[in-house]
């Protein structure tokens, strides 16, 4: 058993058996696309030289790489850059240009227009002998690697149609959908621990749960109105102000400040709570507050009013969503950790893997 606890330590982590089921997702599990909620597809470079020859047998294909480019970007230096790289030319408005003579003459392509850098020009013969599908096998692979080393991930096949380079197809060997073609990062088990900055949900940092203020505790009697003090903060002598600024916002907005505050319409309630430009309300308040947190008194205070809330971004699940988009037979990580033991060993009992899950799933077990 780890003996080491702390605030996100659950019975899971405790008896360890939480890293084995993090190992077990890292090695089986299926990416789905946050789009179009489909299983993402991953290829190997074997898999993905074997479909190109099938399909551009007796073709010309040009391997590149879309630029990464933004509004800043200068051309001139961008190109000088690829020079050095050892890059010679790249594809624009379907037309092939040598970047030196882009160097001597920048007006010739200045454009907005999407650029891809050459990274191999292949001629597959109709019929590739043996020795020559080797050696072509390994100019692809290198050539396809070289391409995916830029920032989008990915290899842009042209092929020549009508005097022209018309994109034809893009690939990686990261996960990516079939549909939508959203990439996704590859995972390691690190990445499904809440314990880790890398898996845990950005908004509850793993916690499941964040502090927000709690309307029951700033407003502990609501059988008194605004003006009697029913926002309890804003009778403290270091809000005060607030209370006179609340009561000048409610005779603008037409809010009965005489009126007991539980007895108030629910828009006015979210009006005084929520706020709006006019008013911070009580949440834009303490958001104030925080700025100031590194004072004690001002933590104690702050600490009076607010409760543990169910994060709105995980669901309590802890993990970031992209993680969450990993399953193992449609289930995810945390769905799986929310079983009783008798489902848990249903789930197990009745996993359909391929014969290579199989393999690594009982390498794990």
Known sequence: INPVRNARATVGTTTEIFDYLRLLYEKIGVQYC?????????????????????????????????????????????????????????????????????????????????????????????????????????????????????????????????????????????????????????????????????????????????????????????????????????????????????MMFCEIARIDADLPYRELPEAHRRLVFDGEKRFRGVRGVFKMLEAEKYKMRIRVFVSRYVSPFLCTLCKGARLNPEVLRIKVGETSISELCDKTLAECDHFIETLVLTTEQRQIYCEVR
């Open 34 to 246: 946050s789009k179009c909620n489909l299983p993402k597809v991953r290829h190997t470079l074997g898999e993905i030289f074997a479909k190109s020859i099938e399909k551009y047998l007796g073709q010309t294909l040009l391997i590149s790489a879309r630029y990464p480019q933004t509004v800043q970007t200068d051309e001139e230096q961008l190109f000088k850059e690829l020079l050095k790289s050892g890059y010679s030319r790249c594809l624009r408005k379907s037309q092939v240009f040598l970047i030196e003579d882009i160097l001597k003459n920048p007006s010739r392509i200045r454009s907005r227009a999407p650029l891809f850098i050459i990274i191999d020009r292949l001629k597959i013969a109709p019929q590739p002998e043996p020795n020559a599908l080797e050696k072509l096998q390994t100019r692809f692979t290198q050539a396809v690697q070289s391409a995916m080393q830029f920032k989008n991930a990915e290899a842009v096949f042209f092929v020549e149609k009508h005097a022209k380079w018309t994109l034809s197809d893009t690939v990686t060997t990261q996960s990516r959908c079939p549909k939508c073609h959203e990439l996704s990062n590859p995972s390691t088990a690190i990445s499904f621990s809440f314990n880790s900055p890398l898996g845990a949900c950005p908004h509850c940092k793993g916690f499941g749960n964040t502090l927000e203020v709690d309307e029951e505790l700033v407003v502990p009697n609501p059988q008194l109105s605004i003006s009697e003090g029913a926002i309890d903060p804003f009778t403290k002598p270091s809000l005060r102000r607030w209370q006179r600024k609340l």
